[in-house]
T-cell receptor, first 113, second 111 residues
Framework: AAGVIQSPRHLIKEKRETATLKCYPI?????VYWYQQGPGQDPQFLIS???????DKGSIPDRFSAQQFSDYHSELNMSSLELGDSALYFC????????????FGSGTRLTVV | SQQGEEDPQALSIQEGENATMNCSYK?????LQWYRQNSGRGLVHLIL?????REKHSGRLRVTLDTSKKSSSLLITASRAADTASYFC???????????FGTGTSLTVIP
C-alpha cells in the first residue's frame, strides 16, 4: 500500500540558507500535518492543512511557511535557517473525519551547519 | 500544556518480560493514541483508544485509559528485542484533529 512520501530524506544546509521539504500524502488523504522533532525531543506540531487551506497552526516559527497544493502534496519552506532548526521533520496525512491514527512519513532529517 | 507525559522515561527489560509504560495528560480528550518510533525513523501508529473506552487489545499490546485520572498505560507482553524503540502517547483536543505528543518512553529489550 502507498505510504506518505517525504523528500528529501536528508538535507544539509548552512545557516541563513533556505530549505524546502516536500510531503506527498496517501492517495485520497486530504489533510496534511507537519511535525518537528528535535534530537531527543518529542514531536512538536507545526501546521496542518485540510483541502488546501491551513486548518491549524502550532509552534511554527515565522521564518517557516507551508502550503498544500491542488494535488494535496504539501511543502514546508524554511528560510533564514538557524542551527536550532536541525531536526527530523515529519509529515502525516489523514482523511478528514478519520479519527484513527495518522500515517506518518519517514521524515526529512535537516542538518543546519 | 496539553502534552502527555510518559513514565518512565527509560525502561530496560529482558526479552520475554512484560513492559508497561504510562502516560498522563492534562485536559479532556477525544482520543489517545500510542505510537512507536525506532531510532531516527518515522512514527508508527500502534493503537487508538477513545475517551469512552477503558481498554483495548491489539496482539501483544494492551492499552488502558482512565479518564478520571487522565492517564493511560501501554502494556507490551512477552517482549522481544525487536520491540526496542521509543513509545509516545499522543492526545487530541476537542477542536481540530492535531495531536500533542508526550516526551516518550525509551524501551530497551535485552535479548
Amino acid at each position: 500500500a502507498a505510504g506518505v512520501i517525504q523528500s528529501p530524506r536528508h538535507l544539509i544546509k548552512e545557516k541563513r540558507e533556505t530549505a524546502t521539504l516536500k510531503c506527498y500524502p496517501i492517495p485520497r488523504h486530504d489533510t496534511v500535518y507537519w511535525y518537528q522533532q528535535g534530537p531527543g525531543q518529542d514531536p512538536q506540531f507545526l501546521i496542518s492543512f485540510y483541502e488546501k487551506m491551513q486548518s491549524d497552526k502550532g509552534s511554527i516559527p515565522d521564518r517557516f511557511s507551508a502550503q498544500q497544493f491542488s494535488d494535496y502534496h504539501s511543502e514546508l519552506n524554511m528560510s533564514s535557517l538557524e542551527l536550532g532548526d536541525s531536526a527530523l521533520y515529519f509529515c502525516a496525512s489523514s482523511f478528514s473525519g478519520n479519527t484513527y491514527g495518522y500515517t506518518f512519513g519517514s521524515g526529512t532529517r535537516l542538518t543546519v551547519v | 500544556s496539553q502534552q502527555g507525559e510518559e513514565d518512565p522515561q527509560a525502561l530496560s527489560i529482558q526479552e520475554g518480560e512484560n513492559a508497561t509504560m504510562n502516560c498522563s495528560y492534562k485536559t479532556s480528550i477525544n482520543n489517545l493514541q500510542w505510537y512507536r518510533q525506532n531510532s531516527g525513523r518515522g512514527l508508527v501508529h500502534l493503537i487508538l483508544i477513545r475517551s469512552n473506552e477503558r481498554e483495548k487489545h491489539s496482539g501483544r499490546l494492551r492499552v488502558t485509559l482512565d479518564t478520571s485520572k487522565k492517564s493511560s498505560s501501554l502494556l507490551i507482553t512477552a517482549s522481544r528485542a525487536a520491540d526496542t524503540a521509543s513509545y509516545f502517547c499522543a492526545t487530541d483536543w476537542n477542536t481540530g484533529n492535531q495531536f500533542y505528543f508526550g516526551t516518550g518512553t525509551s524501551l530497551t529489550v535485552i535479548p
